[in-house]
Every structure is written in C-alpha cells, then in structure tokens.
C-alpha cells in the first residue's frame, strides 16, 4: 500500500515581503487532497520559512493532511527516519529548490538561497527506502540531477551555476510545476479509476493560489504578493490544466 510524502516551498528572500512563491504549494495541496480521496496515507513536508503559506493552502483545499516541519539536518535525519518506521513509499518534491554542484542552493537569478532554503536532499539518497519522483521547472529544483548541466545552460539563464545536482527515480519537468502536479494526480486517477478530475482542474488551481497569497505568498517572477503563479496571465493555466484533466 502507498503512503507518501510531498515536499515542496520555495522562499523568495529578495520580494518585498519575502515569502513562499505561489508556484508549489496549490499543485502540492492538490496532489494531497486528490491523493487521500483516492484513500493513499499523504502528510506533506517544508520547512519554517514556508510554512505559513503551506499550511494555509493545506486548510483551504486539504484539510486535515498532516504537515511536517524541519528546520535543519538534523530534524530532516530524524524525520527520515520516522518515514521509514510509518512505511513511506514514495516522496514526491514539486518546485523544491536542491545544491548546485558547490552545495550552494540558488533562485533562478543565480542568488544563493540556502540560508532560507533547509537541505532536504538527503530524502532523496539511493539508500532511502522510497521511490522519489521530483516535479520542476527550471533546473534548480530537487531532482533536476537526472538532466545534465549542459542541457540547463542551454536553456536556462544562470543554468551552469543554478542547476541542482541532485537526482531522482522519476522526474517530471513542467512549464510550471503546479501544472505537474495535477499532471500526476490525474495519471493515477486513471490508474485506479477514480477521482473523476475533481481536484486536479483550473477552477481548484485558482483556489489553492489565492489561499497562498492570502497567507503573504509572492509569484516567484516578480516577487509580488499578487493572485498570479510565475508571472503567467490565467488562460493560460486555465488552458494547460483544461487540456490535462481532458486528456
């Protein structure tokens, strides 16, 4: 039997109002509502300086899921190995920031974050008894170590010293990660024949986005506390997850 764990926030120390970016948490919230109707055990995971936004958005769209807080390697040891006495099975990261190749982790201008940024990476060691699955956007995130650092210069600006070096079982890179998210809740919907869409659509994304901004969640592009995810304008959103849920 499944139980998983959902990691996800990514603080943006350079916004006005620093905060948890708005790209993350509404797919993580989601992932776990649709998750615990399917009747899979799901608790999600960040650390303290995320924490109020994901915890406002885990109110609105999952309640009563458990969420779990670290604040350093050591709670994240201890915390691994409580998982591994509850039965984890899998550990799913969406729009988590990793180490780069120096250990340092970096936003998408290349800025080291890791003094707001708690090093979860040890969750995702190949001795570690679950399957990780790491869900990303732009090469710095949790498991983005599966793509080559050529490959995120390539693509991404500041990509050779941003990439997160850091790999996992399975990744989903997404033009935005809360896109993968409900991408991966609608595939095992399919599997088991259930859910019917009823988490995973643009109607519920809207929801989980604005309960992030109301707890002071910032768009992780402009670094305002606005109703928006990486600066997008809604029919686009609208559009990608109509397009999932209707695939």
Known sequence: HAHVVILTG???????????E??????AAILAAGLRELGVPVRLLTDKWCAP???????K??????????????SVDRLARRYETLGVTHLVTVERIGPSVDGTSRNFR??????????FHSLLAAEQPWTTISIGDGGNELGMGNVSTEIVARGVRHGAQLH??????HLIVSGVSNWGALALLLSVEALRGGGKGKHANAERHRVAVRACVDAGAVDG???????????????????VIGQLASA
Request: proline share 8%; charged share 10%; aromatic share 6%.
């Open 10 to 20: 990514t603080y943006i120390p350079w916004a006005s109002s620093p905060a948890a």
């Open 22 to 27: 708005t790209d993350g948490p509404p797919g």
């Open 53 to 59: 936004v994901i915890a406002a958005v885990a109110a």
């Open 61 to 74: 769209v999952a309640p009563g899921v458990p969420i779990d807080v670290c604040t350093d390697s050591f």
């Open 110 to 119: 290349g800025e080291d974050i890791s003094a707001f940024t708690t090093a």
């Open 164 to 169: 997160c070096v850091v790999g996992c079982d």
């Open 221 to 239: 592009t402009s670094g305002r506390g606005v109703v928006s995810v990486d600066g997008l304008a809604w029919q686009i959103h609208d559009g």
